[in-house]
Structure formats: structure tokens, C-alpha cells
């Protein structure tokens, strides 16, 4: 991902402070810019995915093995990389990384990657979404440049630790802490839950319900027994319409007294929050809507020229679509806006002008000047990650090429019709595959949604049959289901079913006369199939 402008490499390191990097070395100094970061895990490497991220500056090395990262080093030749992240580098990490004149920046071992992420996106960000002021101005009147500066000057005036969260909890900037930051504070940044018995005492305390409800300054009194700190909090909200709860503007006392005007600051510094969140979640959902109509779901002719210029994206690149859909759980379920920035980082890796969006519960990257097969490679990477991170089983199904920006609709469309006859006969669809590989499975499953919407053409005596199952708990159904999708070999259907031979044969026979069914013919054989799938397909729905 790629940002407009860049920030210091030592403006990096200062922001995320030592409660999550620590600078470990810098061959070229701190003087070098960073605008773009990618994500690289395990499979990135081996797959060779991660020389792609040509267009990126910052690397964040994700479970990958010190091996596998000097190779990375290694192969990297005249490659542009300002600097790794990664935790507990090894000597022989930080030896080949001074070798090519990259900086390697050292993680907390306890952090989270995808919080690590976030907090270097806002960092690198921050000058895209910041507010213009003129020189002089005061806090209040916005003249910081973004919510990390925002939170320095905060600590500055009040003497405290300031924190700045968004209304999920996850940390959005914060202030340097030294060592006067509790337990509470570090985990927070760091992505993990604090202590159980201390998060019990502030939702006992009601400091949460305490914030959505007033405007006013909340007062967390000092705790010693849980090694929480004096804190004082206030809600940020929305400047206009009827006050959106965007966050939480937290302020930790250190070994010093917390200045006289510290709510006073604090009241004001929550304004500015709001002005500078909404206005990055402006940028955002203007990104997100651009994104959403290059993939044609707008149901108006795009505009290749004017989406192309907005997006960096030359309108007559070709162009490669990539649906993703969770196998067995609704999206809802997880966190949504951690599986698109998760597709998002391993999409930068492969293609630094890739786009993602989440339209419903499937999410759509789009990969400009990929060739399907490396589009594949990549895709079934990323599923491996999602579920590595998120525990979430998904299925992608690549579309393309097409020719230029106008092709992505209906490749998004090609797509989107695998998926969804992926969801009725996903056993015939691979988890991971393309348009192409996927027209009998997706005829099928559109053969078989069709039945199951007709109950009048599916044969009667398939249902029949599913009914005395039903009653009798015999095994008529998936003993039929077997022969048939053995072409009548009796020998590997048993074996499939784990049944003998002789037991199948007997089955078969006694379906036979209980139905009518003439096994041996062709059409016979075709309807009962169809009709098999149709009342598995029904049969799940309700269930």
C-alpha cells in the first residue's frame, strides 16, 4: 500500500516509540523517506511473491523464518527497501540486511501484526489526511499535522500518556511513554487484551458506558492492586450531525502531577480527534466508493479514464479480479475491517497498485498487470494467511485477464457466478481456482440451484426415498449417491462408504424395488443424480 507522501524513517521510529519498535540498525541513517509498506508472510517468501512489492519501502516480516528472510535479503538486488520489520531479528538478519544498506527495526514479541500494520498506515498517512492551518495556530484551531503529532502535544501540555482509540478499541496514535506506561497501555498498543481482572474492574466501574453517554472528562481512579495508573478519558465524537461516538481520547498520569488545565486540553484536543478521524474516513469511503464502482456495482457504464486517474491505475493495463467468499461463516462473525486490511496487505505484495473492497460478505481485489497464474499463486497464499490470522476458512476464485479498467465489471460478474454456484456445489469448485477451471462445477451448480427452486422437477422418488430414510434410519440415499458418483463400480463406492461390497450390492437392489428405479438406464441415471444434488442443496438450506 502506498501513500502520497512519506514520513523519515526516524519520524517512524519516534512515533511507534519503544513500546513497540526498537531501532536495531541503520546502515543509511534516519534521514531516508518511507510511503509504502507490504505485509510478507511465510508463503510470500517461499512463493517468491514478496519480490513483487516492487513499489514498496517497508517490509513487515510475518512468522518467517530468519532463513527464509536473508534469502529474502539476499535476492533482493537494486530493490529500493529502506527497511524490515520483523521480531527478535537474528545477527545474521541484521549482517545481511547492513549488507544491503537496509535498516532493520526490531517488534515487540508480544505485538500484533495486524495492529503493527495499522499503527505504521497511520504514521505513513498521516500527512495525507492532515489538516492545513497556518503557522501560529493553536491546537485547538487544528494546526497539527495528524494524530500522532496530535497526541505528542497533548502529553506535552498535560504532562501525561495519551492514547487515542477508535470506538472498536484499537489504538489509533499515542504519545512516547519511557517507562512510565502500565501494563494496561503497553497491551493496549501492542494489540492484547489487558489483564482480565483489571479489564473486569473497569467494565464493573462502568468507565466504557461512562464515556458513550456523557461529553464530559471521566475520571479512572489509581489502582495499585492491578498496576493501573490515575487515567483521565474523554469520548471523541463527531463534529457534525448528532455526535457520532468515533473513539476515545485516553490520558495516563506518569510520575508527575497531570497539569491545572488538563481538561480543558483534553476537551479541545477531542474536537481536533474528531476532525482529523472523519476527515481520514472521508478519504477512505471516497477510495472505497471509487473502488466499488470500477467493480461495476454501481450498475452504471464506468468511467475507465476518470477511475483509472483517481485510482493510479492506467486505463488499458490488464486486469485481474479475485473474489473471496468465507466457506461455512458469515463475515459478520469476524472482524470485517481486518480481512479486507489483511487482503489488502498481501495484495500490496503482490501488485502495489492492487485495490480491495468488501462489497456484501465477499471481498474483491483487483490486480492490474498480473498474469492469472501468479494471480493464483497469490490467492491461495492469501486464503492460507486469512485463516491462519482470522480462523476463517474462504475460497477465491480468480477472474482474467481482461483487457483494461473497462474489463473489471464483468470479470467481477464471472467471479461472482462461481461463488455463488460454489455455495451450492462447492465440492465440485476448488477452494482456490479460476473462471476457467470452474465452467462444470459452476453449470452445475446452476442446474442444481434450479431444481432446488422447482420442487416440481426433481424425481419423486429421490424424495421418496430421503423420506424412508427419515423414518427408518436406513442409508438408501447415500448408498444411491455413491454408486452413481462411482459410475456404478460397486467395488470403490463400498469403499467410499466404508461398507462391503455385498452390503452395496444389496442396497442398490432393494432400492431398486422399493422405487421402480431402472439404474441401468442412462436417463434414469442423469435425473436421479440431478435430483440427488438438488435435495442436498435443499437440505442444507434448512438445516
Same mark, same amino acid.
Given at each position: ?55 514498496? $519501502? ?25 527497511? =524490515? ?16 544498506? =537496509? ?76 517507562? $512510565?506506561? #502500565? ?119 464506468? #468511467? ?11 486505463? #488499458? ?29 498481501? !495484495? ?30 497469490? !490467492? ?164
Amino acid at each position: 500500500m502506498t501513500t502520497p507522501w512519506g514520513v523519515t524513517l526516524g519520524r517512524l521510529i519516534l512515533a511507534l516509540d519503544r513500546t513497540v519498535a526498537t531501532l536495531v540498525s541503520a546502515p543509511d541513517g534516519l534521514d531516508q523517506r518511507v510511503s509504502s509498506a507490504a505485509l510478507l508472510d511465510v508463503d510470500d517468501v517461499h512463493l517468491g511473491l514478496g519480490q513483487a512489492a516492487r513499489g514498496a $519501502e517497508l517490509f513487515l516480516f510475518v512468522g518467517v523464518p530468519d532463513d527464509a528472510i536473508v534469502t529474502w535479503l539476499s535476492g533482493l538486488g537494486t530493490h529500493g527497501a529502506v527497511a =524490515i520489520l520483523c521480531k527478535s531479528p537474528s545477527e545474521r538478519i541484521v549482517e545481511r540486511a547492513e549488507t544491503a544498506r =537496509i535498516a532493520v527495526i526490531a517488534i515487540d514479541p508480544r505485538a500484533r501484526w495486524e495492529r503493527i500494520y495499522h499503527l505504521v498506515m497511520q504514521v505513513l498517512e498521516g500527512q495525507a489526511a492532515a489538516e492545513p492551518a497556518p503557522a501560529g495556530e493553536s491546537m485547538r484551531s487544528g494546526a497539527i499535522g495528524d494524530l500522532f503529532e496530535l497526541a505528542g502535544e497533548i502529553a506535552r501540555r498535560t504532562g501525561g500518556l495519551v492514547s487515542i482509540e477508535d470506538e472498536r478499541s484499537h489504538v489509533l496514535a499515542y504519545s512516547s511513554a519511557g517507562d $512510565e506506561a #502500565d501494563e494496561l497501555r503497553r497491551l493496549s498498543i501492542l494489540g492484547r487484551e489487558g489483564p482480565p481482572e483489571m479489564l473486569a474492574w473497569l467494565r464493573q466501574w462502568g468507565v466504557m458506558d461512562a464515556l458513550r453517554t456523557t461529553d464530559g472528562v471521566v475520571v479512572v481512579e489509581e489502582r495499585d492492586d492491578l498496576g493501573l495508573r490515575p487515567r483521565r478519558a474523554i469520548a471523541i465524537r463527531r463534529p457534525d450531525g448528532p455526535g457520532e461516538f468515533l473513539g476515545v481520547l485516553w490520558l495516563q498520569q506518569g510520575s508527575a502531577p497531570l497539569a491545572a488545565d488538563t481538561d480543558e486540553i483534553l476537551t479541545g484536543a477531542s474536537a481536533v480527534a474528531a476532525r482529523m478521524i472523519s476527515r481520514r474516513r472521508a478519504v477512505g469511503s471516497v477510495h472505497d466508493e471509487l473502488v466499488r464502482r470500477l467493480l461495476g456495482t454501481r450498475g452504471e457504464v464506468i #468511467d475507465a479514464d476518470y477511475l483509472g486517474a483517481q485510482l493510479g491505475i492506467a486505463s #488499458d493495463v490488464p486486469m485481474v479480479v479475485v473474489g473471496f467468499a468465507t466457506i461455512g461463516a458469515s463475515v459478520d462473525g469476524i472482524d470485517r475491517a481486518g480481512v479486507v486490511s489483511a487482503l489488502t496487505l498481501h !495484495a500490496s505484495a503482490r501488485s502495489p497498485l492492487s485495490v480491495t473492497a468488501m462489497v456484501g460478505q465477499r471481498v474483491y481485489v483487483v490486480l492490474p498487470g498480473v498474469e492469472t497464474d501468479a494471480a493464483v499463486i497469490w !490467492a491461495r497464499s492469501a486464503v492460507s494467511a486469512s485463516e491462519r490470522q482470522f480462523s476463517v476458512s474462504s475460497r477465491a476464485v480468480v477472474g482474467g485477464p481482461g483487457n483494461g479498467l473497462t474489463s473489471v465489471p464483468v470479470l467481477r460478474t464471472q467471479v461472482d457466478r462461481v461463488l455463488d454456484a460454489a455455495e451450492n456445489q462447492g465440492e465440485l469448485i476448488a477452494g482456490v481456482t479460476t473462471v476457467e477451471e470452474s465452467r462444470t462445477g459452476v453449470l452445475l451448480g446452476e442446474i442444481v440451484a434450479h431444481l432446488a427452486a422447482n420442487p416440481a422437477l426433481v424425481d419423486r422418488r429421490v424424495v421418496e426415498l430421503a423420506e424412508l430414510d427419515d423414518r427408518t434410519g436406513s442409508e438408501f440415499t447415500g448408498s444411491l449417491r455413491a454408486y452413481l458418483d462411482h459410475f456404478g463400480d460397486v467395488s470403490s463406492a463400498a469403499a467410499a462408504l466404508h461398507v462391503h461390497p455385498n452390503t452395496l450390492r444389496y442396497r442398490i437392489r432393494r432400492l431398486q424395488m422399493l422405487t421402480g428405479m431402472d439404474l441401468g438406464d442412462p436417463a434414469t441415471r442423469l435425473v436421479v443424480a440431478l435430483s440427488l444434488r438438488a435435495g442436498s442443496t435443499v437440505e442444507e438450506r434448512t438445516t
